[in-house]
């Protein structure tokens, strides 16, 4: 696997003999006693990973013909495993999680995979097949484990003409000139790698559903889409699917589209039957309505409520569920009224409706209150809503964040915003615990992310990028877990378990975020892209724009005044708590300061630095920080296989020309507006 298609599920032989010893006593045997999609898929990877992990071939039978051996399989199905567990057990494992343990009689010794569900299972043996792989003793594995969050899902923004809204990695692995891609293989790859990481839902298209892709709810398209279903079905995994909210009219020549007129209503109740006739098991709908020139119900004096209940009461029957984003703005704004703010605008029109929707109906909130930049504040609608179910969207594909030609890893920028305290009921009400549904008690809850991966050999583009998507999965699992725990996990699983290779790889991650963000743009500001593709620096490239993305740089400072104060009051969409903190410059967290407040340049930071000398030190600093990045890689030549080390090596030395670039587009920007010289006298242009 030259290229890393097989990212962390690449099964090689592990070296350490005394581990080897410890695994392989219960893999000689694996008990199967039941029969299906779902245990199949499971036991398939639990023989391959032996396999490859240990070198032998299990004999797998439904008796034991050894002393010591693995069953797998469901407690709620199979009474010999049912019989094996505590009633407490059984109870404490859930829908979707597992329990591994070990049963010793005197004359055999059990080593147990069981869930409730099949899903439940294939956790199970997927966590299991993780621990050998990382050299980590069984022990550490015994006991139940079970997902965080309910809702772990992808969005792919793919097109059915193969190409993918802020890809970054080839073209789509499901849609080619209009059709689905028929053939299976690298499709059900996809379908593994997700399941390896407890992804339990995918929306195979894109949140902007034009006119070929609104065909997809057709029967023209149905039976193709059926057959992906299928597939995903094997591994645990449902599928949605992205719908135009004006498909009663494209589709069904209807002359409305409004969610209260009883044909449109009914339009809906057909459609979503049909659906279900090809797809039984079929997850709902994600819809971007009245968001950039997307088609909703506000054409027609209606709001997001009424269209997402609309859908939502077509579905229920089904148990599918309505996914409605959240990233709703005025797109058409003026950059000369400062009066209206982009950063406002989801909490706005969503707040009045907390507690309107239906029960089967989540409302995805982007991240950050504009859209995936480097820093942002957490959305105020978190810890804003209290009546309505929730969802996280991250991006995981680098749209502002590098491109896959950057190294950036995003985990710790995803903590950061799981950890977040809102303050929504008291102290320590974060945002992890709001998406994972335990505050508010909701019904339906959970993680969405954005994806990363094309068609390319190694999926992700950029090889090491495939860590965004490792870490996604497994935070959306368990955010919980650290950062440093999950480049350990991933770098073992990929790479090799030899420390040398661990440390540098995980030092590389954990540090990447930081150095993209200290050469790009400052403390928060965010959006100094070119403009469409928003690869590489353009300082001013939204600020006279549409958009709502503005610096509001001139000679005597730089930032956007949030305050309620003085400012366009964003700050006091959050709760008291959070809120004191952003008000005031002195206490606002330094990485934000510029998206709350407008600074002069010779504000004295923290650190002693003026607000400019901040600006030139962080990008020459940068540029030397992504130069150490490649030098660290260059110190595992050797140790990881030649062609992925030049690929990255490759990958690296890019990034350290853009860095430059970023850095004396941004140093000069600033020299000219204000004509404050480097105290250290660097070159700026
Ligand atoms: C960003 C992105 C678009 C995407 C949009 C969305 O604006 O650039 O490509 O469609 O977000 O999330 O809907």
Redesign the pocket.
């Known amino acids: 696997d030259a290229l890393g298609y097989n990212c962390w599920l690449g099964y090689h032989k592990l070296d350490n003999s005394r581990l080897i010893k410890e695994y392989v006593k219960w893999c000689k045997n694996i008990i199967r006693s039941e029969d299906s999609d779902v245990i199949n898929t499971a036991l398939d990877e639990l023989k391959n990973g032996i396999h490859g992990l240990l070198d032998i071939n299990p004999i797998i039978s439904v008796e034991p013909v050894m002393k010591a051996y693995l069953s797998i399989g469901t407690f709620s199905e199979n009474d010999t495993l049912d019989a094996l567990l505590e009633t407490e057990e059984k109870e404490e494992t859930g829908e979707e999680g597992f329990i591994i343990k070990l049963a010793e009689t005197d004359e055999e010794s059990i080593l147990i995979i069981a869930g409730k569900t099949e899903k439940g299972l294939l956790y199970g043996v997927f966590s299991f097949i993780r621990a050998i792989q990382t050299q980590n003793n069984l022990e550490n594995i015994f006991g139940i484990e079970k997902p965080a969050n309910q809702l772990r899902i992808l969005n792919h923004?793919d097109n059915l003409d193969g190409s993918i809204?802020?890809g970054y990695a080839g073209k789509s692995i499901f849609f080619n000139n209009n059709k689905v891609i028929r053939k299976s293989d690298r499709i059900r790859d996809y379908a593994r790698l997700l399941a390896s990481m407890g992804i339990n839902g995918t929306v195979i298209n894109?949140?902007?559903v034009l006119k070929f892709e609104t065909r997809l709810i057709t029967s023209a398209y149905l039976p193709d889409v059926a057959r992906l279903a299928d597939l995903f079905r094997e591994y645990g995994i449902r599928l949605y699917l992205s719908i135009n909210f004006a498909s009663p009219m494209e589709l069904g020549g209807l002359p409305t589209a409004d969610p209260l007129d009883e044909g449109v209503r009914e339009w809906w109740k057909k459609k979503i039957e049909e659906i279900y006739s090809y797809i039984p098991d079929f997850g709902g709908f994600l819809v971007?309505a009245d968001?950039?020139n997307r088609p909703g119900p506000f054409t027609y004096n209606r709001n997001h409520a009424d269209g997402a209940n609309m859908l939502a009461k077509a579905l229920k029957g089904h148990s599918g569920i309505v996914i409605w984003?959240c990233?709703v703005y005025n797109c058409m704004q003026d950059w000369r009224d400062y009066s209206v703010d982009r950063a406002k605008a989801a909490y706005d029109n969503f707040m009045p409706l907390d507690g309107k929707f239906d029960e089967n109906v989540l409302l995805q909130i982007?991240n950050g209150p504009m859209?995936?930049q480097v820093r942002e504040p957490v959305s105020t609608l978190f810890g804003g809503l209290r009546e309505t179910n929730q969802v996280m969207e991250f991006q995981i594909t680098q749209?502002y964040t590098g491109q896959q030609k950057h190294l950036c890893w995003l985990v710790p920028m995803w903590k950061e915003i799981l950890d977040f305290d809102t303050y929504a009921k008291g102290k320590n009400t974060f945002v992890k615990r709001i998406v994972n549904g335990s505050v508010f008690e909701n019904k339906y809850s959970g993680i969405a992310g954005?994806a990363n991966i094309g068609d390319e050999a190694n999926w992700t583009g950029f090889q090491l990028a495939q860590a965004n998507l490792y870490g996604f999965g497994r935070l959306a699992w368990n955010p919980d877990l650290t950062s440093e725990q999950i480049t350990e996990e991933w770098v073992r699983r990929t790479y090799s378990n030899n420390s040398e290779v661990v440390n540098i790889i995980s030092e590389m991650l954990l540090s990447s975020w930081k150095i993209y963000e200290s050469y790009t743009s400052p403390l928060g500001i965010g959006w100094m892209v070119n403009p469409n593709h928003?690869f590489g620096p353009n300082v001013d490239g939204y600020e006279y724009d549409k958009w709502g993305t503005y610096h509001r740089a001139d000679l005597r400072g730089i930032g956007v005044d949030r305050t309620s104060a003085s400012g366009t009051g964003y700050a006091g969409q959050y709760n008291k708590e959070v809120e004191e903190g952003y008000q005031d410059a002195g206490t606002c967290p330094e990485e934000l300061l510029l998206f709350f407040h407008h600074i002069p340049y010779n504000y004295k930071l923290k650190s002693g630095e003026t607000l400019i000398q901040y600006i030139y030190n962080s990008h020459f600093k940068g540029v030397e920080q992504a130069i150490d990045l490649k030098n660290k890689w260059l110190s595992l030549k050797g140790m990881v296989g030649e062609e992925l080390f030049n690929h990255v090596k490759g990958r690296l030395e890019g990034q350290i020309e853009y860095s430059k670039e970023w850095r004396d587009v941004i140093n000069t920007y600033f020299f000219r507006k204000t004509g404050i010289d480097d105290e250290q006298g660097r070159k700026i242009y």
Request: charged fraction near 45%.
């Open positions: 923004w809204e802020r894109n949140v902007n971007k968001s950039e984003r990233f982007k859209d995936f749209e954005v928003h």
